[in-house]
């Protein structure tokens, strides 16, 4: 866990059994990061809460603009307050040592906190995970707004895969569409009461929660492949699972191209894919013609147009066994 030390209230790691350890913090105003150390097989949550933090804009008698750190009863000086908040943040993460354990460990007591209906380590893309949220031990009714990203998405601050969505009466279903590390977040303001009201003129709830989605699926054929006969012309397909990958060449590739950009690709599920290219045989076989200008069963063939390669798919589709793909083929 990376965050400053001055800003943590507590850091504590639950482990599978229930048991509950606090991390000690070290008293630093730079980031450092906290060893977390597993010795036991299960799924563990690791829980952080930030002291409450004051922030204030305001102008003094000489029109002069200000952000401070402080709450607005501390500023005697300021003469027009814009701005007064109380920001008060949570995060938690769920994580797997070998194998997830049969239960994911229960609330760790925040302020407000986004509880899993189910283990969401276990999620696979194209699932979704339903989340209750609750605040100071109840069920929120009131109203929010939740967003959620995954790692890989974007490098830009607050620029989420889910944008803000508002929600009323304490539930939410996040949609899972890509394996990898996923960060969901729900906030909501209120207006302070009593000697709070002197300190802010807003109350910001926020907090996080953070989880593993695997890019395995759940009858997963990775490494498998299958073999199919047309007029007696054989044909391969093996299985690629889903994950992620870098597409194109690094800039100091020989042959490398100026316009190309190396960049990461996810593929949500697995697919099927012919191990080789069509063969003149097989095209043959299906088309009843061969339109390659160089010749040879087992060479690729070539002088075909994108309609052409479309038809050659929907005559092949009427030969292989039904369902043998999970879904017909197709061409890009």
């Known amino acids: 866990m990376l965050s400053s030390g001055n800003k943590l209230c507590y850091i504590k790691v639950l482990d599978p059994e229930g048991g509950s350890k606090e991390i000690q913090i070290r008293e630093e105003k730079s980031l450092h990061s906290c060893l977390i150390k597993y010795d036991q097989a299960g799924t563990y949550c690791l829980a952080a809460e930030t002291n409450p933090g004051y922030y204030t804009v305001y102008k003094d008698k000489d029109g002069k ?14 003469e027009d307050i814009t701005l007064s908040v109380l920001t008060l943040q949570s995060t938690k993460t769920y994580v797997v040592c070998e194998e997830a354990s049969a239960n994911v460990p229960g609330p760790v007591g925040f302020q407000l906190e986004l509880i899993p209906v189910q283990d969401p380590t276990k999620l696979k893309p194209g699932e979704e995970l339903p989340l209750e949220i609750f605040f100071k031990g109840k069920r929120f009714e009131g109203k929010g707004e939740w967003a959620a990203t995954y790692n890989g998405y974007s490098t830009a601050g607050e620029d989420y895969y889910h944008k803000e969505t508002k929600v009323e009466g304490g539930r939410l279903k996040v949609p899972i569409t890509h394996p990898g590390t996923w960060f969901v977040r729900f906030s909501f303001k ?20 953070v989880f593993q989605v695997s890019a395995k699926e759940k009858n997963s054929n990775a490494g498998q492949s299958k073999t199919f006969k047309v ?10 699972p889903s994950g992620l990958f870098m597409m194109g060449s690094p800039p100091d590739e020989h042959g490398h191209k100026p316009e190309e950009i190396q ?9 099927w894919i012919g191990r080789t290219e069509v063969t003149q045989e097989l095209y043959q076989a299906v088309m009843g013609e061969n339109p390659s200008y160089y ?9 075909v147009s994108w309609n052409d390669a479309a038809a050659f798919i929907r005559k092949l589709n009427h030969v292989v066994p039904e369902g043998a793909f999970n879904g017909n083929l197709f061409v890009r």
């Open 190 to 209: 209120t207006k302070p009461s009593g000697e709070e009201a002197l300190k802010c003129d807003h109350i910001n709830y926020k907090t996080t929660l």
């Open 295 to 303: 010749r040879g069963a087992d060479l690729p063939v070539e002088n």
């Open 231 to 240: 007029k007696g012309v054989s044909f391969q397909m093996v299985y690629a």
């Open 65 to 78: 603009t200000h952000h401070v750190a402080k709450a607005k009863i501390d500023l005697p000086e300021a």
């Open 263 to 271: 960049h990461q690709v996810t593929f949500a599920r697995g697919f």
